[in-house]
């Protein structure tokens, strides 16, 4: 018989891609994550594991275990909401998302929800992208609000449902009185030999740069920063010019002004659960309010 915590040692290793990372994630030692699987493999009388460089990688075998696997946890959350499916939202609802979807979108969702059923406590809690699968998949967080981007898992991983919220566009921002303020629509190509001020991080920085290159040029990158409210503060001090989501919801009364763009660059949001979980009463009365909330965050 399959040991079931084994078995989750090995799925780790999966999602994590090593040993000492999915050990970490589960708050073992690599030597207890190890002997785990080595257990299992000794009780299924297969190899799991083989040797790659200094590293290890999934044999064959355990490819087609964790298929399975995914089935099992997904059986798991069936039974769980089986047993929920007929009553109100109740109880703790995790919830997370990076900085501008909390403030957004995640925060007014968690007023109206309590508001609504005094017996549901919302939790949230602002990660990056990548943290919010690394929550899901250890469940440790019921629904995320996650930007789309070329790092994050693959629609067609079993393991999470990703579903479309809203396309967040970027809007060009300059100092107040720049040439380009004011204007109803501005190209984006107008800007072309300005300096930038453009995100450290991805996926942001994949999307500025993507919405340049898809104007024809590529931005001559001046400063760099990780939250939208500093990049604005250095437009205002008119160290250049960014592209910002509309959704962001930056400090009151900067001298900036934020002027649509044709072509409309912008990025994606998705909700993301574990398989079989947007059926839960919790997660679905939080999906309803997330769905209403959309269309007026970036209008």
């Not at 993507?210 to 920063?225: E, N």
């Not at 604005?232 to 900067?254: D, E, F, K, Y």
Request: glycine share 6%; proline share 7%.
């Amino acid at each position: 018989m399959i040991d079931l915590r084994r078995l989750h040692v090995l799925r780790a290793v999966a999602h994590y891609g090593t040993v000492t990372a999915a050990a970490r994630a589960l708050h073992f030692t690599t030597s207890a994550a190890s002997q785990q699987i080595r257990q299992l493999a000794r009780d299924l009388g297969v190899d799991l594991l083989e040797p790659q460089g200094r590293g290890v990688r999934l044999t064959p075998a355990a490819e087609s275990l964790l298929a399975h696997a995914d089935a099992i946890q997904a059986r798991w959350d069936q039974a769980e909401l089986d047993l929920r499916a007929e009553h109100a939202p109740a109880g703790p609802l995790r919830v997370s998302g990076h900085a501008t979807a909390v403030s957004a979108l995640l925060a007014p969702m968690a007023l109206r929800l309590q508001e609504r059923y005094p017996r549901l406590s919302v939790r949230v809690r602002e990660v990056v992208v990548s943290e919010s699968f690394d929550l899901l998949f250890e469940g440790e967080t019921d629904l995320a609000v996650v930007e789309a981007g070329p790092d994050n898992p693959p629609l067609s991983d079993t393991r999470f449902d990703q579903q479309p919220l809203l396309d967040d566009p970027f809007d060009l921002v300059v100092p107040e009185g720049h040439a380009l303020a004011g204007r109803e629509r501005v190209a984006l190509s107008d800007a072309a030999h300005e300096d930038w001020i453009v995100p450290i991080e991805d996926p942001c920085r994949t999307h500025v740069m993507s919405a340049c290159g898809d104007a024809g040029f590529s931005p001559g990158i001046v400063h760099h920063a990780l939250d939208w409210n500093v990049t604005a503060h250095l437009v205002a001090n008119r160290l250049g010019v960014a592209l910002i989501p509309r959704l962001s919801q930056l400090t009151p009364h900067l001298p900036i002004s934020r002027v649509r763009c044709t072509g409309n660059p912008h990025r994606k949001l998705l909700t993301c659960t574990r398989r079989g979980g947007r059926e839960r009463p919790a997660v679905a009365a939080a999906l309803a309010q997330l769905h209403e909330l959309a269309p007026t965050a970036v209008a």
